[in-house]
């Protein structure tokens, strides 16, 4: 486990980090962990927006980073809306964490907003968390959550109305929040051109 100092063997998640390596300094006997300090790039959006398909499209596409899906773990972390599911977003910024450590940084795809992931102690371990959220048209949205599975349960009127509600929020707010989040609509793309603009928006950012 990377929280683990391999010096001492004392756990630590909140770690000083000295950008100058980087390391994790171990607040019991200071030693200097080097670690690889990559961006984290975050795929936010309501239901309906694209985000699982785009995600199994990536994969293919994108082979400098690892691909990931956020709801694998709903369930098995436990969680609560009280604290703004902290410890869920902590655990996936912890495993991210350490996938990178292979040299490939990771592309998160769920619903979230930046505020869940900023203020983690997890996030210290990162250069940069780019957020994008795909957005569409309301009735587009709608439509395509009345067209699920009826397992998915995402077309009761409370669901829908939770879903168009938050793809507004994003559409009003994405420049505003810390970090701002960057928009894409998915209105009229398709899910493998989707894909290609988003492989194209990551990379962009890995070589600046």
Same mark, same amino acid.
């Given at each position: 486990?990377?929280?683990? *100092?391999?010096? /001492?063997?004392? +756990? ?17 006997c200071?030693? #200097?962990?080097?670690?690889? &300090? &990559? ?15 785009v ?8 082979? $400098? *980073?690892?691909?990931? $899906?956020?709801?694998? =773990? ?9 604290? %703004?599911?902290?410890?869920?977003? %902590? #655990? ?5 964490? %350490?996938?990178?450590?292979?040299? @490939?940084?990771?592309?998160? *795809? ?6 869940q ?9 990162f250069?940069?968390?780019? +957020?994008?959220? =795909?957005? /569409?048209?309301? $009735?587009? =949205? ?7 599975? #009826? ?11 939770r ?13 505003t929040? &810390?970090?701002?989040?960057? =928009?894409?609509?998915?209105? %009229? @793309? ?8 988003? #492989?194209?928006?990551?990379? &962009?950012?890995?070589?600046?």
């Amino acid at each position: 486990m990377f929280n683990v *100092c391999p010096r /001492c063997g004392e +756990y630590a998640g909140e770690k000083q980090i000295d950008p100058a390596g980087p390391f994790a300094i171990c607040p019991h006997c200071s030693y #200097a962990h080097p670690f690889l &300090q &990559q961006p984290l790039f975050i795929v936010t959006g309501a239901s309906g927006a694209g985000k699982s398909a785009v995600c199994l499209a990536l994969v293919p596409i994108l082979k $400098e *980073c690892v691909v990931l $899906e956020s709801d694998i =773990l709903w369930g098995i972390i436990p969680t609560t809306a009280e604290d %703004n599911y902290r410890s869920y977003r %902590n #655990a996936w910024l912890r495993l991210a964490k %350490n996938i990178g450590q292979a040299g @490939r940084p990771v592309v998160l *795809c769920g619903s979230a907003i930046p505020e869940q992931f900023e203020t983690c102690p997890e996030r210290r371990y990162f250069s940069t968390l780019h +957020y994008l959220a =795909l957005v /569409c048209e309301e $009735e587009t =949205l709608i439509e395509r959550l009345k067209q699920r599975l #009826a397992w998915r349960k995402s077309s009761s009127a409370e669901a829908l109305e939770r879903m168009a509600q938050f793809n507004r929020w994003l559409q009003e707010h994405a420049s505003t929040t &810390q970090p701002p989040m960057t =928009l894409y609509n998915t209105t %009229n @793309r398709s899910i493998s051109e989707t894909a290609e603009d988003i #492989a194209q928006w990551i990379r &962009q950012r890995l070589t600046a």
